[in-house]
């Protein structure tokens, strides 16, 4: 079995201490085929606290800062490490729609191969993170939602991204944290639509295996997602850890290469310059 992980985080990323050249190593010690650093990008903490009317909702600034560092220490690495691994220099791009500059004009950036586009936050909420939900009725989550899938289309349809990043994250601390399941195959019609878009536009879906490890008891998203995907007319897929420590890099990716070829993959992608590469799976 062939094994990526196109979704990891180093020291660049405010939630990690994970030293980048531990995770390297760890990441050539498991041999994999290829390993993304794809650390944290949000449009709409790009400059720092001061440039804010309001901070009310926000928790951390000057990602532009973060980003740099980041890139230019993966652009570096890249050539000592290039007999070793395809190591790839990516980054989680976050809330494209709130900034749609910024995001293009990080998504103009020719050192980056690789970008996956994430929704944390709502604008005008918290990250999921930091919500309450058990101080929500289930007509303000089904709400909050609404609203989510409604921006994660958008998002895809601005077009700053290779692959949409784990779709069903918004699920993750209502359920891990507040034992709290909405059924979201309410809004299965905008998810459609949403793989659609990114299908027609050789745009790609992660399988996130985070959830796995973090008690949600599956991946982001879960089989049910990534068949509907690939019946839409989906190619491109990835799979990654979302690891904020080296322990992590890779973990469940075999399963979540097993939830692919259950629905109906023989290939997974990563990217180079950009340029998706194709692996078989076995």
């Not at 007509?139 to 989510?148: A, Q, S, T, V, W």
């Not at 809004?187 to 050789?202: H, K, Q, V, Y």
């Not at 080296?246 to 993959?265: L, Q, R, V, Y």
């Amino acid at each position: 079995m062939n094994i990526i992980d196109c979704h990891t985080h180093t020291q660049f990323s405010m939630d990690s201490e994970a030293d980048i050249n531990s995770c390297i190593e760890k990441a050539v010690t498991l041999g994999l085929s290829a390993y993304a650093i794809t650390d944290h990008c949000e449009c709409n903490a790009w400059y720092t606290k001061e440039h804010y009317m309001s901070t009310e909702n926000m928790d951390y600034f000057n990602y532009s800062a973060d980003f740099e560092k980041s890139v230019s220490a993966v652009t570096e690495l890249k050539e000592k490490y290039s007999k070793k691994i395809n190591l790839i220099c990516g980054v989680e791009l976050g809330q494209a729609t709130q900034e749609k500059e910024i995001a293009e004009m990080v998504n103009r950036d020719r050192r980056l191969d690789f970008i996956i586009g994430s929704l944390h936050q709502l604008k005008g909420e918290k990250d999921f993170y930091y919500i309450d939900y058990d101080n929500m009725t289930m007509e303000e989550i089904y709400n909050l939602l609404e609203r989510y899938f409604t921006e994660v289309y958008e998002m895809c349809r601005l077009g700053c991204l290779d692959v949409l990043g784990h779709i069903t994250y918004c699920l993750r601390y209502m359920k891990c944290r507040n034992n709290i399941t909405p059924d979201i195959s309410r809004f299965d019609d905008i998810i459609a639509e949403t793989f659609r878009t990114l299908a027609n536009n050789g745009k790609g879906i992660e399988i996130n295996t985070s959830g796995i490890r973090q008690g949600f008891g599956d991946c982001f998203p879960s089989l049910k997602y990534v068949r509907l995907f690939k019946e839409l007319g989906g190619e491109i897929l990835s799979v990654g850890s979302d690891s904020h420590t080296p322990e992590d890099i890779g973990k469940n990716i075999s399963e979540g290469i097993i939830t692919a070829k259950n629905a109906g993959f023989s290939r997974l992608c990563y990217f180079m310059e950009r340029k998706p590469h194709f692996i078989n799976i076995d």
